[in-house]
């Protein structure tokens, strides 16, 4: 069976160059036939120029190799850069499946690249996360996977179990050489040690969520607050229209923003007022379910007062003095603005951020993919039964316990993710990474 799999890696298009990207045994004995000299002794990581074979034509440019296992895949890779057309990419692909190379699937050099232990399934998909971000935020979801220190703690909690489980082994088979408890005193420690970090992890959650899919922030207040006004000086371009007349927002107006590399959607929501007209009633309806969902509720106040908002959202209120250009700021509002001079808006870009998603740290781990926090509540919930058996149970109960943990975490580092997971996982590249 050929293993020897090729595609462009670069996008479609024309550009300056182009790469072709061939991986497995035969990626060497491939790529000699088409770079002219086929006697030559390539010395890996270094990039050698020359003429390039494609299927009925030549171009010239550059050769490199990677002895496996140090490559991206962890097999012999090579990867010719060509001129960056369309034709050209396409033709030097073919000149390599008619020499024996297949045509990759969709991540199927990072697949391999997991397969073979290179990267680990949580990096895999911080890898798919870079490439798809649609904002800088998502490149830095992406990284913190990528680079991040997930695996790493992952694993470390994986390793300590194994060794939990180890202990516990030791205990069901000699019960009688722990008359003291000292070894069951040890075993109870480490467990909530464990639960402890995990929790932590899970805690994480809340901000690294928001880092992944953005931050709601509904702009209300009564009519004639500067909510309008408010938007378009946050946005810094007019998309909201601003009118001396009260109720003239009857339906939300949003727009996105980028602070601090993560994104976030404001929400225009209607003016709310007594004796509304009915089109007027359908806005301010829909407001308050705008007002129930936000992550963070800017109540808008111009010195007539703040707006009746629904019940049980306090926490997430922040409480907005708006034309403060004109008129003293309340004392019962956290920031005064000027939606006019721009006055306290970096301020309160600033208070929204450290609000709603904290101050993230390089060296921290973050959950910022549901998938990990799913297999995180597990393992959380198989140690908590754990801690219950320690004082109800057997050792063997705790003992599946902990193996349950070990498998929920092991989804996350890739060791027990089952096939549809991976499959799901590499699904979101695309081909030729
Ligand atoms: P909304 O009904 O809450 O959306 O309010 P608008 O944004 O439409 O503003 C109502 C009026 O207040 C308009 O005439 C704005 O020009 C004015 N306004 C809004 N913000 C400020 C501000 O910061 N200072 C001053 N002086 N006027 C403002």
Request: proline share 2%; with cysteine; aromatic share 6%.
């Amino acid at each position: 069976m050929n293993n020897s799999i090729a595609a462009i890696a670069t996008a479609s298009g024309t550009g300056g160059v182009a790469v072709i990207r061939i991986s497995g045994n035969d990626a060497l004995e491939i790529a000699k036939k088409m770079f002219g000299n086929d006697k030559a002794e390539f010395e890996p990581n270094r990039m050698y120029p020359g003429k390039i074979c494609g299927d009925g034509f030549e171009d010239y440019g550059f050769m490199v190799f990677f002895r496996a296992p140090k490559s991206f895949t962890g097999e012999d890779v090579v990867e010719f850069h060509c001129h960056g057309g369309v034709q050209l990419a396409h033709g030097i692909l073919s000149k390599a499946v008619a020499l024996g190379a297949r045509l990759a699937e969709r991540g199927e050099f990072t697949r391999r690249a997991f397969l073979n232990g290179k990267l680990s399934l949580v990096a895999a998909e911080g890898v798919a996360d870079m490439i798809n971000a649609e904002s800088l935020a998502l490149v830095r979801a992406g990284g913190m996977l990528y680079f991040g220190k997930l695996s790493s703690e992952v694993q470390e909690l994986q390793s300590r179990l194994k060794t939990l489980l180890a202990s516990i082994a030791v205990r069901i088979d000699y019960p009688e050489e722990d008359e003291d408890g000292t070894d069951f005193a040890a075993i109870n420690a480490e467990l909530n040690e464990l639960s402890g970090k995990i929790s932590r992890l899970l805690e994480s959650y809340k901000s690294g969520r928001k880092l992944k899919s953005g931050v709601t922030v509904a702009i209300c207040g009564k009519p004639n607050a500067g909510k309008s006004s408010l938007l378009n000086a946050i946005l810094g371009y007019d998309k909201a229209i601003v009118s001396d007349e009260a109720g003239t927002t009857r339906d939300a107006v949003e727009g996105e923003a980028d602070i601090d590399g993560v994104r976030y959607n404001f929400i225009d929501t209607a003016g709310i007022r007594e004796r509304a007209g009915t089109v007027e009633s359908i806005g301010i309806e829909r407001a308050k379910n705008i007002i129930l969902s936000a992550d963070v509720v800017l109540s808008v106040n111009d010195g007539n007062g703040f707006a009746e908002l629904p019940e049980n959202i306090s926490g997430k209120i922040l409480k907005v003095f708006n034309k403060c250009d004109v008129a003293s700021p309340r004392d019962d509002c956290e920031i005064a603005v000027s939606a006019k001079t721009g006055e306290g808006l970096e301020e309160l870009r600033r208070l929204i951020s450290r609000s709603c998603v904290g101050e993230f740290a390089a060296d921290k781990a973050y959950i910022v993919e549901e998938r990990h926090y799913v297999a995180l509540r597990r393992a959380a919930e198989a140690l908590a039964s754990a801690a219950e058996n320690i004082c109800v149970g057997t050792l063997d109960m705790i003992s599946v316990d902990l193996k349950e943990a070990w498998e929920a975490l092991g989804e996350i580092t890739g060791e027990t993710a089952t096939e549809e997971i991976i499959s799901t996982i590499f699904a979101k590249f695309c081909v030729g990474k």
